[in-house]
């Protein structure tokens, strides 16, 4: 169970808390003008990776605010939260 | 022959507060401060059970919670009966009863016991090998092993007790409170740190609480009367909470830690009574102290399980704590000094130590030379090959040990006792150090696994981090202290420890027999009855993961998830493969660290607080009025109302005729509400819904789809422009949530630029929808000064206006194809509402209707519900609703997938009308439709999403989705049902006033 640090609320229990997946995919901003497969690939192609993986959180039982979390999804390891528009600190 | 083993002088037991219990129904006598198993060993009982799959009789190995053998029935035949409960945890208390578990008919005469003498029948994997094959004999097979196999009785009447959880924060958590916790918490509470201290047992201070050995002094005196000043001057300080009979769990990620407090079990029935049985402890920890201990491991040698044979450090446990010997003639055997503890124990007490079988050569440390000056006769280099006594252990066979210690030779010699105290050496208990996610290595000169790699904030202090000798622990948990806490200054500075010299140890995992492998049984598990020859067996049939070993063996797969045995399966394996310890890696450590109970677990959420519920406003009057309830998510909707005994179906049939002719009413309050304010609302609905809103005016209402990314239907409802920038959009009931959440994640990631607020506002409006020809008669009663002619009210639109002083917001929406109005007031006037329009529309016979008739009028007007005729893979176009996309927006949620090869395909499934040749028969939810009758395989079409007989139609209607449904518009298909073929025809999906003509009626 995770100790996440929301940035708006502090230190929250997991439960708190809801996954969306990787994050910084943009929403193409002219869907018409993509082919199937660049459509496809927004779409339905998400990295899976044993390490570090950026990821959308959201605090659905607080704030109800996203953010970003960069997490080492090998052991769990929260490495960085920030905000929604912020850049992902280096790495 | 029962004779008391009792001796006198424990300062833990109280005796002159006896207590009777009973045990396999004869009744017995102990003391208070007596275990289950401490009681039964003082009564000379040492057969306790059976064990698992040969049979055979066991008794009781230890005095902690790794008890592989003694396990029993608390209490049987009552609402509080416990299974699979640890004899050695359970404190007694007057009235107490326990049996025996896995043994029929008792545990002195148990036919499974014919298992043992069938042995070589059962090998490793027997299960695997046997069960799985045919498949259609399992229920053979289940039969036998459930009778055969008894793993102790659940309850069948519902618990009594009440159970609870707690969340704690605390700064420092110590798990385990021997001599390295309790130092350990003491100082960090003298810090400041906030501090938890918590151990399994009732009492504090571990085995070194009874540490009496005159070789070993701190501060000079003996380590138990040291500790126990110590003990007692933890009371004065301030931060440090202790639980006792506390137990860790689980230890999970981030310092959470689950432990359960148990508060009842070992009092009285008439003190158990509306108190908290066992709480749950949710704890949060900044940093965690593991003083977990070490387990004695036993020795694997040739019939090692007798009744009788128990773990060394457990017969000092029962000799120094609870005052009793548990036999009249004691033997050890042992590959290190701790077993001369033990020894010296009873010797002092004047119990008769036999002799002492020791595997090494020598040893110099002063406790021997004490033995050996007592005139106890020490095997130097001998080992076990064998054990004799069914029931109880009588007499061992010892041989000497070959040089390279893998045989045995010269004669062998027995030795008559009736107790056996073997000592194999000490395991850290590293469970929930490894549960955190943290990793072990191998220390290859102590022979253990040792905390290595912290994941967490967290140390391992004394035995469980591998320091076993007092000045070790000291010195070393000083100095952890310091680093871990940042704290200068100790009492453990000045502690000065004085001890018998270093120990030697010798590690034979498998010790050998003069018998072959082949006819020993040398038990690794003992719960599971998994031996050294079934491990080997494992290993030559080509299993090398450790991981693999344990399954197809079942070794470690017990309650007591092999707490002594996991060792010597390694070692084995290790020899056997001829790879080093280290190598093989370890098994893994599950929570729960000893087994929790299902109250614990689930605290208070049980009966009607399982999982929360929600009612209308108006949820009172439908219980008045007997409706019948259906859970909607989380709602309670009234289902139907029905009249003198009527039927679901005579109700529903009544209740939908009576919309259509006269008036009907429904609660619509469950409907999601979300109030969308902000300068950008118009165009945000424009890039959430298919269809165009920038136009619609002031006071209007428009129907909307909402899709997913990904093109599918995902919700759909009646949104309305109450202002300029202020919309009201509605949900389906089961839907809300998740659209708020859908919608705030865009606005909050994609669309940040849009100014847009979003307010749930579902529970804040109770809503009356009415219904049918006579609903705008029954409106202008309830509120006469309100215009309802179709010029100023039409179809689609909105007003705000007042019941008498209260607010109120009609809109003119229909989900039956009647003409309707909803009616929304503040929810606390719900329920006034509602009899308001019940009053007004007796005269017209107004009906209430509840969801099942809502169904069946939608479906009559084929009107979709979203989740019964969609499933997540539907698009509009699917649906025949291709009148809701906007071809105009450039873009909205789901725009581009509606444009993908696989959703533009002809042949998906569309949704159409269906009608049975035959109007009286009614189709059933789900069915498949096929086109053909005698092809094998068939090809499935399409299925039957929803399915009523129409009382207004007088027939039977469906609506299905249908591979190229679209294009077979009169076509005959088949529904095949179990008995029979139903011929059916596709269908407009509108089956009911096509032309609409009755919104304006
Ligand atoms: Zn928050």
Known sequence: MFLINCPYCGERDQQEFKAGGEAHIDRPKQPTELSDDEWAEYLFMRKNIKGVQFERWNHAHGCRKWFNMVRDTSNDEIKAIYKMGEKPPAQ | MTKNLRLKSSEYIDETNRISFKFNGKTYHGFKGDTLASALLANNVHLVGRSFKYHRPRGIMTSGSEEPNAIVQINPGTNRTEPNVRATEVEIYEGLEATSQNCWPSVEFDIGGINNFLSPFFPAGFYYKTFMWPASFWEKYEFFIRHSAGLGKSPTSSDPDIYDHRNIHCDVLVVGAGISGILAAKNAAKNNFKTLLVDEKNELGGSTVYENNEFNKIDNKTPSEWLKKEIEELKNIKNLEIKTRTSVAAYHQYNYLLAKENLTDHLEAKDKTNKIRQRLLKIRAKKVIL????????????????????????????????????????????????????????????????????????????????IEEAGIKIYWSHTIVDTAGYKRLNSVSIMKLSNDSTSVTGSKISISCDCLGVAGGWTPAVHLYTQSGSKLKFDQEKQIFLPNQNTSEQISVGSCDGDFKIDEIIKNLNQKLKDSLNIKETDLDKIKVEIDQENSKRNIWLLPSDKPLGKTKSFVDYQNDATAKDIKLALREGFRSIEHVKRYTTTGMGTDQGKLGNMHALGIIADTAGVKMGELGTTTFRPPYTPLTFGTIVGRNVGKFFDIFRRTPMNDWHVENKAEFENVGQWKRAWYYPIDGETMHQAVQRESKAARESAGILDASTLGKIDIQGSDASEFLNRVYTNAWSKLAIGKCRYGLMLNEDGMVYDDGVTTRLGENHYLMTTTTGGAANVLGKLEDYLQTEWPELDVYLTSVTDHYATASLCGPNSKKILKKIIPDLDLS?????????????????????????????????INVQASYGKDLWKKCIDAGQEFNITPYGTETMHLLRAEKGFIIVGQDTDGTMTPIDLQMDWIVSKKKYDFIGKRSLYRSDTMREDRKQLVGLLTDDPNIVLEEGAQIVSELNQSPVEMLGHVTSSYFSPNLNKSIALAVVRGGKEMMGKKLFVPMENKNINVTVANPVFYDEKNERLNA
């Open chain 2, 291 to 370: 003083a977990t201990g070490a387990l004695e491991r036993p020795l694997i040698f040739n019939n090692n399980d007798r009744p009788g044979i128990m773990l060394s450090s457990a017969v000092k446990k029962y000799s120094e704590f609870y005052g009793v010997a548990c036999g009249f003639k004691n033997v050890f055997f042992t590959n290190n000094d701790s077993a001369y503890e033990s020894a010296l124990s009873l010797y002092n007490k004047g119990i008769n130590v036999e002799a002492i079988v020791d595997i090494r050569d020598q040893s110099e440390s002063k406790i021997v030379k004490k």
């Open chain 2, 790 to 822: 179709d010029e100023n009210f039409p179809h689609m639109s909105f007003k705000e206006t007042n019941i008498g002083s209260i607010q109120c917001r009609i809109m003119r929406i229909s989900f039956t194809g009647e003409h309707s109005y909803e």
